[in-house]
Every structure is written in structure tokens, then in C-alpha cells.
């Protein structure tokens, strides 16, 4: 076991995929929906001031007026959609997690919002021309490898009406998580990975060239079980997000510091984009 840890534990090669199912696992969702739905934590979802100064900027971004019909990829349990959703805009949002999909379609049913929920993994949307805006916030798009980046960023053009936008945001070099490696490690009677007892090995790696980040955890619940849980990122400069963008056609894309619309500067630790079809 100590050789398998040793081994598990070492850097893994890019974009290496979790052992275990991390955002529709049983446990893990419930304690992320706990953790989107605490208004004193910045983990899973921004706080509600926050959302508030987004919606309000994003709903600006669109050239209608008011955008009839809104794509949020990735919702979780529906914090951008239901304020989102009003008498002319249909939003339709998509997670991957049941328990946050679940939690969604409730709050809007008690509130009569008619906002579409679909359970499933964006990387399989097939939609053409039926939104003026797409969104995917909380820096997610950079979780996903080069590869599988821009084949959702070809499903999001697609799914976009001719003038519709696509805003999302990602980390830059100065948010300061990335500036060091470290391994740590604790042990739970029970916690954020399991309710049962567990053993957690966090191991920080940093991947200079390709500005990629992942936080690798082992969870080792008991002699025969260990999971390991790998969240990857990357972080962009100006010029790599508008290279990276550049492999699509749009016509037109701005830089933003953050997804509530501040300007970009040098010490911004995200950047937004907003590109339009
Ligand atoms: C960091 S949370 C952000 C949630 C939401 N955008 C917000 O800011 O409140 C990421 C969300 O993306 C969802 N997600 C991750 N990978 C996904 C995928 N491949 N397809 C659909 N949803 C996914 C997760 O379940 C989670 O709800």
C-alpha cells in the first residue's frame, strides 16, 4: 500500500482524469451544494452580491435588449439562472450533478420561473443558433483540457445566434495559488471526500510551460479503497486566451477583468471574455 501511495502520489502527467467520479458523486455533491449555497464562501459558487453586479453586466452584453434566451453551462443549482429568468428570456442551464440539477428545478418550481434544466455533461450539447448568450462562469472552461476546450467552445459557436455571446472567465498568473507547489495531508472522521473515516494526501503540482495547475487528492478510506481525485486548471495571459479563442471564428472579442465587466489590468487575478458570434 505505502508503494502504491508513493506512486500515486507523484506528479501526474496532464490532465491525468480522477479515479472516481468527482461533481455527481453521492457524497462530494452534497457537501459542494452546501458549500454553493453558503453566501459567506467564494469555493463553488461567487458570492450573492457578486452574482447580482454579474447578472446585471451580463444581461448589458447582449445586443438585444433583452436577451430572450440564455445558456448557462454548468449552473449548478441554478444561482445565475433564476435571476436570469423573467417573462421574455428562457433560460436553460445544464450540470452535471444531479443533486445540484435537482435542487434547481425546485427553487424554480416554487418560484414559477420557467427555466429548463437538463442532468447532463456539456461536452455533449447540440444546439444551433438558439442563444443570444452562453455562459460558463467560475473559471470552469480552464479545468478542461486544450483538446476538449475547443470542442466545446465549436458547440458553443454553433449553439449561438449570429450577433449571440459567449462569456466566461478564467485565472491569470496573479491569482496567488499558483505561485507554489505543496503536499499536505490530513485525516477525517468524516469530511468533504467521504462520511466515513478517511485519510486525504494533497499534492499541488505546477506545470510552468503549459501554465496548468492540479490539485491531486488520495483519499484512502480503508486497506482496499483509494481514490484519487484530480482538479485541474490553467491560467491566461491576454495573449494565450486570444490564441486560444483565435481557433474559432468570432468576430469580435473583449477582455474584461472580471465577470461583473471591471476593466483588465496587470494585478486583475481573473479574466473574462466576451465573444461574440
Ligand atoms: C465551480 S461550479 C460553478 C457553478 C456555477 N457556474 C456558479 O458559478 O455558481 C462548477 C459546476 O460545473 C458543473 N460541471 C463540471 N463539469 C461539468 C460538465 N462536464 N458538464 C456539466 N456540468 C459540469 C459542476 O457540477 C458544478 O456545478
Known amino acids: 500500500m505505502i508503494e502504491e501511495l508513493i506512486t500515486l502520489a ?6 491525468l482524469e480522477s479515479t472516481a467520479p468527482f461533481w455527481d458523486d453521492d457524497h462530494i455533491s452534497g457537501q459542494m451544494l452546501k458549500t454553493h449555497l453558503d453566501p459567506t464562501e467564494e469555493k463553488a459558487s461567487r458570492k450573492p452580491e457578486t452574482i447580482d453586479a454579474s447578472v446585471s453586466w451580463i444581461k448589458g452584453t447582449s445586443i438585444k435588449e433583452d436577451p430572450s434566451s440564455i445558456l448557462d453551462l454548468g449552473c449548478g443549482p441554478g444561482l445565475y439562472c433564476r435571476r436570469l429568468a423573467g417573462k421574455t428570456t428562457r433560460v436553460t442551464g445544464i450540470d452535471i450533478s444531479r443533486r445540484s440539477i435537482a435542487y434547481a428545478r425546485r427553487e424554480a418550481e416554487k ?5 429548463d434544466y437538463h442532468n447532463k455533461d456539456y461536452l455533449t450539447i447540440d444546439f444551433t443558433q438558439e442563444f443570444d448568450i452562453v455562459l460558463l462562469i467560475f473559471c470552469d472552461f480552464a479545468v478542461l483540457s486544450p483538446s476538449k476546450q475547443q470542442i466545446l467552445l465549436s458547440k458553443i459557436y454553433q ?11 478564467v ?19 468524516t469530511g468533504f471526500w467521504k462520511e466515513n473515516p478517511h485519510i486525504c494526501l494533497h499534492n499541488q503540482y505546477h506545470y510552468p510551460q503549459n501554465r496548468a495547475f492540479v490539485d491531486q487528492y ?8 483509494i481514490d484519487v481525485y484530480r482538479i485541474w486548471d490553467q491560467y491566461y495571459t491576454e495573449t494565450s486566451i486570444m490564441e486560444l479563442l483565435g481557433k474559432q471564428p468570432f468576430k469580435k472579442i473583449e477582455l474584461f477583468g472580471d465577470i461583473t ?3 483588465y489590468t496587470a494585478e486583475s487575478e481573473t479574466l473574462c471574455a466576451v465573444c461574440r458570434k
Open 218 to 225: 488520495i483519499i484512502i478510506e480503508n486497506n482496499e479503497n
Open 159 to 169: 449553439a449561438l445566434k449570429p450577433g449571440g455571446v459567449f462569456l466566461f472567465d
Open 10 to 15: 507523484k506528479r501526474p502527467p496532464l490532465f
Open 171 to 189: 485565472y491569470t498568473p496573479c491569482f496567488p495559488k499558483y505561485r507554489e507547489e505543496k503536499n499536505s495531508w490530513y485525516t477525517a472522521l
Open 111 to 115: 418560484a414559477h420561473l420557467l427555466i
Open 261 to 263: 465587466g471591471r476593466e
